[in-house]
């Protein structure tokens, strides 16, 4: 007899509030402190412990001696184990925060739970005083340091890959609950997100991904409407069905609606790439780094999450994703370099390389997404490889209109993914010309690939609406080591960044 399992591998931790150091019960807790690396113009400095409410005195001596006694010195994301008796805990993690400041940075702080938590990933049970200085931060680094992904591992989970079962965060704040369970929601939200990157692309196609996405929807209770080939061909959806027509798993379009209820909302449409697998289709990628591309629905993915967060914290704004799905292979069904086909709303495009095949999925669903009237336009995709020419592998770039451009790459910088503008200028148009048809898909020249591919969906959106791309190719998956909080693989950007312009539309228009 096979027996499955029906405990899920990996469990979010839980999140409990603690007003005051527990005074018993801690034995086999360990205690998270951040540590300050003294005054930076002194040789002799020596790492501080974060002015701390919660602990004695003699304890933060303690630590700080130790400390000292380890040869510590504080510096960022620098862990140090060791043991304060005098605390009742079992044992103290302390992670470095760097040079003193008097405001700190909400990613410094994230950042240094993230380091934590990845350093005591199989723990049961953590305390932390860093959620003195930044509630949300704090949780927020502790839960998405604790990701793994463990889903298709058939041994036995290790310990470490059951990350932290419960964290307990001290702080005094009367809104604390409200904080840290928000905090919570968002980290879960990019956990979402993560785990749709994650799961591998035998596994997530466009048929599974719509399902899987329904459910989700579902449960929060969005409105959900999915199209199939069917229906896609129907409509015109010639971007969308003509990137799924080479493969045997036929595309979808899927769309999640949170409605605020409020008469005068602002509505927002969120668009993410779905691209389940690109392999470049007839104009195949080199097999060296083609594995990767199970990241190519890492837009969809953080939309998806974003839009659930966003019914799940009852934002007072409305909010349509329109997120199209669509596998990219090669095989005798497939589009030809030198095809046209006809984008939703009738534009037609020579597609001139089958690998730029996101704009035009993009395409279909920027025009479908514009039929909502929205005031407000997010598309997020992994777009193009000159994104990470321009910018690396962890700085999105933010395209769009200006004042909406920079709004974003702020807000996108607040929470740590550090969205960077860049511009759309008007003369790259011209390199999309096409001799047989009113738009080519690439350009004929190598130069500037990222604001090529954001001119050709600009082409898309509605007059009148406020819209950014956000091109995150290299910042939604994590192909080197685990830094900070951001694991290897899926990342989840831009989740946080598109829940932020949410809530700062839902705050100020
Ligand atoms: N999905 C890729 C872009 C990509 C590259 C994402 C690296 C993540 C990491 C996209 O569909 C693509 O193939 N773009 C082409 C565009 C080119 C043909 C104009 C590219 O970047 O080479
Ligand atoms: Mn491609
Ligand atoms: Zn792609």
Redesign the pocket.
């Known amino acids: 007899m096979i027996t499955v399992s029906t405990e899920p591998a990996y469990q979010s931790p839980a999140v409990t509030i603690a007003t005051t150091l527990p005074q018993s019960g801690l034995d086999s807790t360990v205690l998270i402190v951040g540590v300050v690396s003294g005054d930076p113009d002194s040789p002799e400095a020596t790492p501080t412990v974060l002015g701390s409410e919660f602990l004695s005195a003699e304890a933060v001596a303690e630590i700080e001696k130790a400390l000292v006694a380890l040869g510590a010195k504080g510096g960022a994301e620098q862990v140090t184990r060791l043991v304060a008796p005098s605390l009742g805990v079992g044992s103290v993690l302390a992670v470095g925060l760097g040079k003193p400041r008097d405001e700190w940075p909400a990613d410094v702080i994230r950042k240094a739970a993230g380091v934590a938590a990845r350093s005591l990933n199989g723990t049961e049970a953590v305390l932390t005083t860093l959620s003195e200085v930044d509630l949300e931060a704090t949780v927020e680094g502790l839960i998405l340091g604790s990701y793994r992904f463990v889903d298709y591992r058939s041994a036995k989970t290790a310990p470490k890959d059951k990350g932290l079962s419960s964290i307990t965060v001290l702080a005094s704040g009367k809104d604390a609950k409200k904080r840290a369970q928000r905090a919570t929601a968002v980290a879960t939200a990019v956990a979402t997100a993560r785990d749709f990157v994650n799961t591998p692309p035998s596994h997530l196609y466009p048929a599974e991904f719509a399902k899987r996405a329904k459910a989700l929807g579902s449960s929060v209770g969005l409105e959900v409407e999915v199209l199939n080939r069917k229906a896609l061909e129907e409509a015109g959806y010639g971007g969308i069905v003509g990137v799924g027509k080479g493969s045997s798993r036929p595309p979808r379009l899927v769309r999640l609606v949170h409605r605020s209820g409020r008469k005068d909302a602002k509505t927002v449409a969120l668009v993410g790439k779905g691209?389940t697998f690109?392999t470049g289709g007839i104009s195949i990628k080199p097999a060296a780094s083609m594995h990767h591309?199970t990241s190519?629905m890492g837009g969809a993915a953080a939309v998806i999450a974003t839009v659930v967060l966003a019914a799940q914290l009852e934002l007072p704004i409305n909010v349509i994703a329109t997120v199209p799905m669509a596998e990219?292979m090669p095989s005798a069904t497939a589009q030809r370099p030198g095809d046209v086909l006809t984008q939703y709303g009738g534009t037609t495009v020579e597609v001139l390389n089958t690998d730029a095949?996101?704009r035009l999925v993009l395409a279909d669903a920027i025009v479908r997404a514009c039929e909502d009237n929205p005031d407000y336009l997010i598309e997020t995709s992994?777009l193009t490889g000159a994104q990470t020419v321009a910018l690396g592998a962890r700085i999105p770039g933010v395209m769009g209109s200006d004042e909406f451009r920079d709004r974003v790459a702020a807000l996108s910088q607040s929470v740590g993914e550090n969205g960077w503008p860049m511009p759309l200028p008007d003369e790259l148009k011209d390199d999309l010309k096409s001799s047989v048809a009113d738009l080519a898909n690439v350009s004929a020249q190598r130069f500037a690939g990222m604001l090529v591919a954001g001119v050709y969906l600009r082409e898309f959106v509605a007059d009148g609406v406020q819209w950014v791309h956000l091109d995150v190719a290299g910042p939604a998956y994590n192909t080197g080591g685990p830094w900070g909080y951001t694991p290897k693989g899926g990342t989840g950007v831009p989740t946080r960044t598109m829940f932020a312009v949410l809530e700062d539309i839902a705050d100020k228009g």
């Open positions: 691209i690109d591309m190519d990219n095949e996101g992994t």
